[in-house]
């Protein structure tokens, strides 16, 4: 069984479409997020959720929005794309904050073309 | 605001020889720090935690890092380096002094030579 599974794996499109990438976690946990991993493996923190509600927003064009319809999932959609987008997003998940361990998927590839 | 420094961006070992990799972080209050590693085409899986308490912390694999106050480090090592060792690791740092986000350094790529 997957703990984090995103889908999709791969993602291709052209500039200016948008398009949305999925999460959800069979961990039973109440906290997740979205990480952008660049092309020289620079991981930063994008957005995070604790109980459906947003804790962490940092500073991400507002062509990102994620949502969280309850505590297993954890979507995000990006609109009017850029090439600068192309990255691999991370969605993870943990029980609570500070010092819990984060569940990672195996991330989303993001190709702009 | 904290911060990860993680010496080296690559690092090569022969397999058998021991494997080091530095982390240094800066914090106004002890923070809680972790080793993530990433295979190709993965995600991250944790390797290793430190909250509080025994500062020699074993992992997974056989890794275990070590938790220095006063060097402000948290290196990683494994005495016998394997095959299956290569990849990239990270070290991250959280804690209240971080806004409760897990704070990423630049990642570190190990290459095991047979």
């Known amino acids: 069984d997957t703990a984090v599974s995103q889908t999709p794996k791969y993602l291709v499109t052209q500039m200016g479409n948008d398009k949305s990438i999925k999460c959800e976690q069979n961990?039973?946990?109440?906290?997740m997020y979205w990480y952008k991993q660049d092309s020289k493996k620079f991981l930063k923190i994008m957005f995070s959720?604790?109980?459906?509600?947003?804790?962490i927003n940092e500073t991400v064009p507002n062509r990102f929005s994620p949502k969280s319809p309850d505590k297993a999932h954890l979507n995000l959609h990006i609109n009017s794309l850029e090439l600068g987008d192309s990255a691999v997003y991370f969605c993870?998940?943990?029980?609570?904050?500070?010092?819990?361990?984060?569940?990672f998927g195996d991330g989303t590839r993001l190709s702009i073309l | 605001a904290q911060s990860v420094t993680q010496l080296g961006s690559h690092v090569s070992v022969s397999e058998g020889a021991l494997v080091l990799l530095r982390c240094n972080y800066s914090?106004?209050?002890?923070?809680?720090l972790f080793w993530y590693v990433q295979y190709p085409n993965q995600g991250l899986q944790l390797l290793l935690k430190?909250?509080?308490?025994?500062?020699l912390v074993k992992g997974i694999n056989g890794f275990e890092a070590e938790f220095k106050k006063s060097e402000t480090s948290f290196h990683l090592t494994k005495p016998s380096a394997h095959m299956s060792d290569a990849a990239e690791y990270f070290c991250?740092?959280?804690?209240?002094?971080?806004?409760?986000?897990?704070?990423f350094g630049g990642g570190t790529r190990v290459l095991v030579k047979p």
């Open positions: 961990l039973g946990h109440d906290t």
């Open positions: 430190y909250t509080t308490g025994a500062t």
């Open positions: 914090s106004s209050v002890p923070p809680y």
């Open positions: 991250a740092v959280s804690g209240p002094a971080a806004g409760n986000k897990l704070t």
């Open positions: 959720y604790n109980n459906k509600e947003l804790i």
């Open positions: 993870a998940s943990s029980q609570g904050l500070l010092n819990q361990p984060q569940h």
